[in-house]
């Protein structure tokens, strides 16, 4: 089956470039003050994402809970953020440092927040660690490279926590190389692209695999020279031929690796290193069926491989930069690994036909079968059904966000307790990353003793109003209640 997106226009910002920097110079049109949420009762900030429903939208809103890592400088909040499929702001980190790959995983059988920060010094290349939070939002520990790499350079892709409480961990190292074949100098310099498994708790490197070592350097679809005015390959900026940005476990425990600017996908086996089989790019083991335009089965600068347990292969296909196709792409391959051949099973096109996202982007299918795209640097969330309607989108009106998930099912309880304030005998209050919360109720009275209760509403958002609040109450607190009715935590107002 092949189905495509209905089309609706969406005005969007797309930047053309093969990475981002948080520093980045913003174009006119993000020098406008974009709209943020503001809150009473935390000095917080959050953008205001205006959600589109779409023909498939549900009644979950409020329950829906999207992970993005809002980043660039003009971005009024940078750092992991989560939102309802309203835009409404469900945790928002207090650390406004940018982070990538922000996502909800598992750790020793128990929900985790992980996501990447660190320097990124190099257009599209990140030297840092993997922050691991518990579902208090407390971190419990850091993940990065080891071995012959020194620590502190964990890339900024993709980190991906295995069953066996490992991480596969992507990393570039500078090394010197001859370019000759790729019309570069004999004494220049590449990045080579390093996959590792670390062990979470001892930060030992249980597997290593290094690109050059399987990969010829002129599968490569780009050359140093790409950018005659900032041409690759000297010590201090080195050519990046292979551009790793995924890598995680084929159901069977293989590794599966995604090389942007080879176009391609591999396949690696991951007790000797070897490569199984090569999807896409020049060196394709596979007849890539159809045309290579961005319609075909042919990908280009694509992100985020994924296999599933039917066989089929999912990605975000780029199609830029520089342009391919005519516009971006979720995709699902049918592989058919006898005959060798590889046909678009699925794919989810943009409700704006002329996107394409020069950089970044992701594809998370859902347990219902519906998908979770991360435009990358074209600055939009969407999700879709299976068969490609439109369930919603969202778009960044300033800053972007590397990728975008949604994960329904964590449960977040603060280690901190709720936060209330009193304005004009209303008391507002706000508990950051509580997901459990149906109601507040206000306590007031002479002393915590003989508080009484004044007022109970429904959560409201991130921050809910209560009134009236006794003027002559000497304590005033708000509790978050269940859905049970049991209180979850109480913020006493100062």
Known sequence: MRAAVGLVATALVVAGCTGSQDDAEPTESETTPPAVHTFR????????????????????????????????SEAPKKGALFVDGEGEPVWISPDDTPAYDVRVQELDGEQVITYYVGQSDFVGHGFGDIVVLDSSYREITRVTTGGDIEPGNADMHDATITPDGTMLLLAYVAEQTDLTP???????????????????????????????????????????????????????????????NSA???????????????????RIDRTTGDVAWVLGGTASDFDMEGPDDGTGAQFAWQHD???????????????GDPPVGER???????????????????????????????????LQV??????????????????????????????????ESYRAYRFDDWVGTPADPPLVVIEGGTAYASWNGATEVATWRLVAGSSEADAEPVAEVPRDGFETALAPVPEDAAYVA???????????????AE
């Open 478 to 492: 708000v509790e978050a209640l269940d859905a049970d009715g049991q209180v979850l935590g109480t913020g006493v």
């Open 366 to 399: 859902l347990d219902d079968g519906n998908v979770v795209i991360g435009w990358g640097d074209a600055r939009l969330t969407s999700e879709f059904t299976a068969d490609g309607t439109l369930v919603r989108e969202f778009p960044f009106e300033a800053g």
């Open 305 to 319: 491989a994924q296999m599933h347990e039917d066989g089929t292969l999912t990605l975000f296909d780029n199609q």
């Open 41 to 72: 009762s935390t000095g917080l900030v959050a953008p205001v994402l205006p959600v589109t429903q779409g023909p498939a939208a549900t009644d979950d809103a409020e329950d829906a809970l999207y992970v993005l890592g809002p980043k660039r």
């Open 182 to 244: 790729v019309g570069g100098p004999e004494d220049g310099w590449t990045w080579e692209n390093v996959v590792q498994e670390v062990d979470v708790e001892t930060g030992d490197v249980l597997f290593e695999w290094r690109a050059s070592d399987h990969v010829d350097l002129t599968d490569t679809k780009t050359s140093p020279d790409a950018d005659p005015d900032a041409p690759k390959g000297a010590e201090d900026d080195p050519f990046d031929w292979f551009h790793i």
């Open 328 to 362: 971006s792409r979720g995709l699902r391959l049918a592989l058919d690994t006898d005959a060798m051949t590889a046909t678009v099973a699925q794919e989810w096109l943009p409700t704006d036909p002329t996107l394409i996202a020069g950089s970044q982007g992701n």
């Open 248 to 266: 995680n476990l084929t159901p069977d425990g293989d590794v599966l690796v995604s090389a942007r600017n080879t176009h391609a996908v591999y």
